[in-house]
Each structure stands twice: as structure tokens, then as C-alpha cells.
């Protein structure tokens, strides 16, 4: 009905390309216009000036023979002042855009290592948008925006990346628990050393306590009885606590200690070893 009264109506966010026998004319901006068929005029198509998103995928190879597909999205849109070469200079401008993203990151990627790729994505997604900004301003489109949102590497390749990354987390975890017990180690080593210090000290003591006592014991002894000996005191001294022992032992109803030798005639050599010892430590 609107061609029948040579009128068209352009919609918002479009405009439409007139012509006049075949020739472009004019660009039609969003409204009603009038368009007399009958003097050769006509419609020859709309373009959208909306932004439009493009994601491409492209599949290259790093520097360190890792195949990754990198996926980038193209923002773009027509503009109005450059409507005519929009309309009439690309036949397919998806396909025209998409071979200047493969041309600029088959170019890029091959240049860095796979963890750099992840690392200058921006730097790359950079080197894109300036490619297609000085290509497609030529043809009436501007470059909005160009995104890297993903970089994917071979399946096989992500695992490997995942298990060194496992690995790694793995011989630190290990270097921290060995460091651990080491520290451990160090410490109970140092308590056990100060234990038996201070054991080996209050055996000391309690060995000169011994000693002094029966060394009391010795003198006043002999004092108080003429004609013996200390050699009879002490042989004396020695046969009481041998027997004070036994009936200790004998009073427990599960000791485990056993005198070997045992019997009268072995308390005479144990007395022997016994008061040499005192008397030497006595001595020094």
C-alpha cells in the first residue's frame, strides 16, 4: 500500500538506500518518505546502524607447538554518514571482518608462549581492534569493541597444565609438613637433652649423698666402736642393705628384678667393687 502511494517508512536505529534508475541517490534517515516509482525511484535496501557482536573462533599454534582456539567477539555498527559505503562496498561484511581476525591473531599468537598467550590477551585483542579499525573505516563501519574472551588449549594440554600446577602445589605442601617435623624433631631432641642433663644431675647429687652418708656412717661408727675397721663397717653396711633388698623383693607380688650372681658368697665381690668405687670417688 505504500508504494502504491509512493510512500516508505524508514524504522529508528535504520536507514534505507534510495535510488534513481539503478544509481544510488540518497540515504532515506528513519521516518515516512516519499518515493514516486514512476520517475525511476526506488528502495534498493535498509541497513541497521544497531552494534552488532561477531564472536569468531580461531584455531593456531604457539610458540612452544600448543594448539589453542582463541575465541574473540567483534562489536561493531554502521555509520550513518558512511551509509552508502556500508551498503555497497562489502557484500559480506561478517565474513570480511573474520578474515582480519584470523589474519591479525594467526600473526600474534604464533609469537608468545601458550602461558603468555593467557598473560597479553589484551595486548592481543589491542592488535585486532587497531587491524579492523584501519580496514573497515574504509567500507563505512567503526570497531566498537574487541574482546579475547577465551583462549582454550587442546583438552590433553589443560590437564597436563592442571597436574604440573597439582605437583607443584603438592612439593610445597610437602617442603612445609618436612620442615615441620623438622622443627619437631629439634625440639624434642632438646627437651630430651635438658631431661637427661637434669637427670644426670640429680644422679650426681644423689650419688654424693650416698657417699657422704655412708662416709658418716664409717667414721662414727668407728668411733664408737674400737678395733674395727672401715673395711668392716662398710662390709656390714653392705651385707644390711643386700638383705633390706631381697625383702623388698620378696614382698612384691610381681617384681622382675633378679640378682645374677646371686648368693652370700657374691655380696662379698659386689662390696668389693663397691667400696673401691666410694673410695676412689672419695679420693678425687
Known sequence: ?????????????????????????DVLEPGCHCLPWFLGSQLAGHLSLRLQQLDVRCE????????????????????ADKANDAFYKLTNTRTQIQAYVFDVIRASV???????????KTEIAKAVEEELEKAMSAYGYEIV????????????VKRAMNEINAAARLRVAANEKAEAEKILQIKRAEGEAESKYLSGLGIAR????????????????????????????????LVTQYFDTMKEIGAASKSSA???????????????????????????
Open 206 to 237: 644423689q650419688r654424693q649423698a650416698i657417699v657422704d652418708g655412708l662416709r658418716d656412717s664409717v667414721l662414727g661408727f668407728s668411733v664408737n666402736v674400737p678395733g674395727t675397721t672401715a673395711k668392716d663397717v662398710m662390709d656390714m653396711v
Open 145 to 156: 569493541q574487541t574482546l579475547i574472551v577465551d583462549i582454550e588449549p587442546d583438552e590433553h
Open 1 to 25: 500500500m505504500g508504494n502504491l502511494f509512493c510512500c516508505v517508512q524508514v524504522d529508528q536505529s535504520t536507514v534505507a538506500i534510495k535510488e534513481r534508475f539503478g544509481k544510488f541517490e
Open 60 to 79: 593456531t599454534k604457539t610458540k612452544d607447538n600448543v594448539f589453542v582456539n582463541v575465541v574473540a567477539s567483534i562489536q561493531y555498527r554502521a555509520l
Open 258 to 284: 633378679v640378682f645374677i650372681p646371686h648368693g652370700p658368697g657374691a655380696v662379698r665381690d659386689v662390696a668389693t667393687q663397691i667400696r673401691d668405687g666410694l673410695l676412689q670417688a672419695a679420693h678425687q
Open 110 to 120: 604464533p609469537k608468545l608462549n601458550l602461558d603468555d598467550v593467557f598473560e597479553q
